[in-house]
């Protein structure tokens, strides 16, 4: 039996770059994956404040994307920063798995 390594995650410094990086180039679907993935990182690693400003930024971006139809909120990508993604992703996603976050404290 082979023992198979789950693949590495990237540092959460790597994964705001490419937060960053979406912003500029205004890809608010993949912006948005990431804002999501670096509130889920770093509310594991304690970092609540600057979890809830990523996941602030996550539902606003989600909220100004296309949800009419089922391909408008379909996934393409399993997981985004070391994070896995709904299969479905929009506000209303957002706003319940990020609901810890997005509440005040």
């Not at 985004?80 to 997005?102: C, I, K, T």
Request: aromatic residues 8%.
């Amino acid at each position: 039996m082979v023992d198979e390594e789950a693949p590495a995650r990237p540092e959460i410094g790597q994964v705001r770059k490419q937060y960053e990086d979406e912003r500029y180039f205004q890809d608010s679907w993949a912006a948005a994956q990431y804002a999501y993935a670096l509130a889920v990182r770093l509310r594991e690693v304690g970092e609540v404040d600057e979890a809830r400003r990523y996941a602030k930024e996550c539902l606003w971006l989600a909220e100004t994307l296309p949800a009419n139809t089922l391909d408008d909120v379909t996934t393409e990508q399993q997981s985004v920063g070391g994070v896995s993604l709904p299969e479905r992703f929009h506000d209303g996603v957002v706003r319940s798995r990020l609901a810890d976050l997005l509440t005040a404290a």
